[in-house]
């Protein structure tokens, strides 16, 4: 029965359990919330007549029920946590509150004790007249010495405040409190005696913070009276005014001594100044954080209020700045007078880092937007120098001008590939135009803290492409003159008529895109002292930012190699009338010849070779060190003439379909030229495997036009060694290097004025 009764129970215990369990969990926990919960009876209740495996399952049940309280107590704080964070502000408020009511209730409690006490004898005089009468004349003489106290102690105190002695005014009010104390506790002062202490006690407190408010607003107050003033203001128990009046001592002062240094410098500007205004603010500045410091410590709400003052009177100092210096000289593009400025603010705000006053960030963002205007503005100032001078260049290439301004901070060194350092030759404008770009890097350089390194990089790309747009409107029928005849109009700009100065101009744009703007931003972008040596430098080559940067400065240098390649292919290709030189005829009509011709390179590729022989002359003595540079662009004029060739519909048209397709003599005329071509590019080392594929495409296409029509091509054309052999021969005479005589008349079109060619080329 006993068993059966415990089996029911805990059947009935675990089906209770489980649909406990079932329930929402603020259901379950309303059992805890109720006032009159009992922890021992509800573990009673549960576990009266329970197995040790119902006692288990209830523990396990009890747990599962502490984490889930414990999990929704974490959910309500954080839902909570704004509330939370402002229920504890204000509870520390309110705990502030209470303790000075606490104090007030206390006196006040004296008070009342003290009545009391009175009262109470009062109602026992009657009952003991002897002893009444003993301690009535003991008390009146104890009363009669505290009113003769009383009255001294409020005269003294008159005197102390008329005469300003403020720490002996203290110490009256701390003697005035204590002998309050006293005879509060000891009953020997009468209530209407002690409220009138009370009030003079008052009274006088507020006169003397009035006293010290005046003292701390006027302008004679010196450094050790204000901290004085503020100390004892504090003392009295009103520390938030003491601090305020402090901050506001020190505005007023920094505001007048302002008033006179503007009216002192309004003839000067820039520097003087600048660090005259910032050694006057920032050194205020550190005065009113050293008395602070001194007077309230590091008090949280008095360090957040020194901040906010600071932070004002940085905001105020700046803005005056950029009204007297900053804004005019953003407008007329004086950077280094703006530079400097900044520069020497920042250096005087520095010194303020070291008391917890980090104002740079302010500075800063104020200081910037002129900063950036001033950039802007020196900019177009060096692109329309740039543009004026081009308009006198004559495109020939010197050295740096003697008597020229040095630059303070970046060479204009170059180093050849051996290593050693050359003066750089460029044409007087390009000249100009570095000297202008060096010296607006050394203006940028002291503001690294601004952070302008990419609008610095960015606005040096726009004017060196401006500066190519220039030389490229150099070259004489340029393709920017004829597509944008107004941006040309705009741009007067004296042409380079001869090869040497076109070349000239790719010289000057090679140089300043490959060493000199590069070597002066790489300083500006690496921000190391100019001490740490030029392999620690070198190594900044490496870094992206920098690679694609110069990848930039190099595709306007392709732009005006571009165009000098066209208009010399076009030159070659076209002849003056506009007819087309490099046609289809020139090979078409050779089998119309009854006579087999002298075999020669045709006139067109011997101009090509003697114009990249006197190109190749030029270069290598405007490119020292450049060699690459020489070779890429006697590379691309090449490559511009034969891909001419090979895109030329008109052309392969005539030579595959007619009316006169090409024939055998014609096609080994065109072999030959193509050999040529293959033999002066490969002894140039400007032959690149793109051109050497391209040509051999060509002569395919030549060779399979012969087999279309029946003819087998090589059963008319020599061996290999024969178009070498011709080509070579060719060379040499061309280069005035031999002279070979004509065994017979010269009959073909393709060998006709070679001795004037010659001639021309040996010149």
């Given at each position: ?11 009935s ?10 329930l929402p969990?603020?259901?379950?926990l ?16 549960k ?11 209830l523990?396990?049940?009890l ?27 204000e509870?520390t ?8 009511m ?30 009444e009468e003993?301690?009535l ?24 405040l ?14 005035g ?9 000891r009953?020997?002062l009468?209530?209407?005696?002690l409220l ?16 010290l408010?005046?003292m701390?607003?006027?302008?004679s107050t010196?450094g ?5 003033a503020?100390l ?5 128990g009103d520390g ?13 002062k920094?505001h ?6 503007r ?6 500007c ?9 050694q ?8 009113t ?12 709400a ?7 003052w ?18 005019s ?17 920042l ?9 917890g006053?980090a104002?740079?960030p ?5 200081f910037?937007p002129c ?23 004559t ?14 901070a970046f060479?204009t060194?170059?180093?050849s ?10 044409s007087s ?14 203006d ?37 003159n ?13 042409m ?8 000239g ?19 500006l972008m ?12 070198d ?8 690679r694609?940067w110069?990848?930039r400065?190099?595709?306007?240098v ?22 087309i ?16 011709p002298?075999?020669f390179?045709?006139?067109i ?13 030029f ?16 590379m ?23 009316p ?31 051109l ?13 036009s012969?087999a279309?029509?029946?003819i ?19 060379i040499?005479?061309?280069?005035g ?7 017979r008349?010269v ?17």
């Amino acid at each position: 029965m006993t068993s059966l009764s415990r089996t029911s129970f805990s059947s009935s215990k675990g089906d209770s359990m489980d649909f406990e369990a079932d329930l929402p969990l603020s259901d379950r926990l309303k059992i805890f919330k109720s006032s009159r919960f009992e922890p021992d009876g509800y573990v009673t209740s549960k576990c009266q007549s329970m197995t040790e495996k119902e006692i288990k399952h209830l523990r396990a049940y009890l747990v599962d029920l502490k984490k889930a309280s414990a999990e929704e107590m974490r959910k309500s704080v954080y839902a909570n946590y704004g509330a939370f964070i402002r229920t504890s502000r204000e509870i520390t408020d309110l705990e502030g509150q209470l303790l000075s009511m606490r104090n007030l209730l206390s006196t006040q409690g004296a008070l009342v004790h003290g009545l009391a006490e009175g009262v109470r004898a009062h109602l026992h005089k009657a009952s003991d007249d002897s002893s009444e009468e003993d301690m009535l004349d003991s008390g009146q003489r104890e009363l009669s010495n505290m009113e003769k106290w009383l009255v001294e102690f409020l005269e003294n105190l008159e005197v102390l405040l008329a005469e300003r002695r403020v720490d002996e005014a203290l110490a009256a009010f701390d003697e005035g409190d204590r002998v309050k104390v006293e005879a509060t506790e000891r009953g020997t002062l009468s209530l209407a005696a002690l409220l009138s202490l009370q009030n003079t006690i008052t009274e006088q407190r507020q006169k003397l913070a009035d006293q010290l408010a005046e003292m701390t607003s006027q302008p004679s107050t010196r450094g050790p009276e204000l901290r004085s003033a503020v100390l004892a203001l504090k003392k009295l128990g009103d520390g938030p005014r003491a601090h305020s009046l402090l901050l506001a001592s020190h505005h007023k002062k920094l505001h007048c001594n302002t008033q006179g240094l503007r009216s002192q410098s309004s003839s000067s500007c820039g520097g003087a100044f600048a660090a005259a205004l910032s050694q006057l603010v920032f050194s205020t500045i550190a005065q009113t954080a050293s008395d602070s410091l001194a007077v309230f410590g590091e008090e949280p709400a008095f360090t957040s209020e020194l901040v906010t003052w600071a932070v004002k009177e940085a905001e105020a100092f700046a803005g005056l700045l950029k009204r007297r210096v900053l804004a005019s000289a953003a407008a007329s593009g004086s950077l280094r007078v703006a530079a400097e400025c900044v520069h020497i603010c920042l250096g005087h705000c520095s010194v303020l880092e070291a008391r917890g006053l980090a104002l740079s960030p302010v500075l800063l963002r104020l200081f910037r937007p002129c900063i950036e205007q001033a950039l802007t503005t020196n900019l177009k100032r060096i692109e329309q120098n740039s543009a004026a001078l081009a308009a006198a260049d004559t495109w020939s290439l010197a050295y740096t001008p003697v008597g020229g301004r040095p630059s303070r901070a970046f060479s204009t060194a170059s180093f050849s590939s051996t290593g050693t350092v050359s003066q750089p030759r460029l044409s007087s404008s390009a000249h100009k135009f570095n000297s202008m770009v060096q010296e607006f890097l050394e203006d940028v350089g002291p503001l690294e803290s601004l952070q302008l390194e990419g609008a610095t990089l960015e606005g040096l790309i726009q004017v060196f492409s401006s500066y190519v747009n220039l030389l490229i409107n150099a070259l004489p029928s340029s393709a920017e003159n004829e597509d944008n005849p107004e941006g040309a109009a705009s741009r007067i700009v004296r042409m380079a008529e001869t090869e040497a100065q076109q070349i000239g101009l790719l010289a000057n744009a090679s140089l300043l895109a490959d060493e000199l703007l590069p070597r002066a931003a790489m300083k500006l972008m690496a921000n190391k002292n100019d001490d740490q040596g030029r392999r620690a430098s070198d190594r900044q080559y490496r870094l992206p930012e920098q690679r694609e940067w110069k990848k930039r400065l190099q595709r306007s240098v392709d732009r005006l190699r571009d165009s000098f390649c066209r208009q010399h292919a076009l030159e070659l290709i076209f002849t003056e009338d506009g007819d087309i030189r490099l046609n289809s005829q020139m090979y078409t009509t050779m089998d119309d010849f009854p006579d087999e011709p002298e075999w020669f390179p045709s006139p067109i590729f011997q101009e090509l070779f003697l114009k990249l022989s006197r190109m190749a002359s030029f270069a290598t003595d405007m490119f020292v060190g450049r060699e690459r540079f020489a070779t890429i662009l006697l590379m691309r004029l090449t490559e511009t003439v034969i891909l001419w060739l090979s895109d030329d519909q008109a052309f392969w048209e005539d030579v595959e379909q007619g009316p006169k397709p090409l024939g055998p003599l014609g096609l080994r005329q065109f072999y030959l030229d193509m050999e040529f071509v293959i033999l002066f590019s490969s002894q140039g080392r400007y032959l690149s495997r793109h051109l050497h594929q391209v040509i051999k495409n060509i002569i395919e296409r030549a060779i399979e036009s012969i087999a279309s029509t029946g003819i087998d091509p090589y059963s008319v054309l020599p061996e290999e060694e024969w178009f070498a052999e011709v080509a070579q021969i060719a060379i040499k005479m061309l280069s005035g290097k031999a002279n070979f005589g004509m065994e017979r008349d010269v009959v073909s079109p393709t060998a006709k004025s070679i001795s004037s060619v010659v001639s021309h080329g040996s010149n």
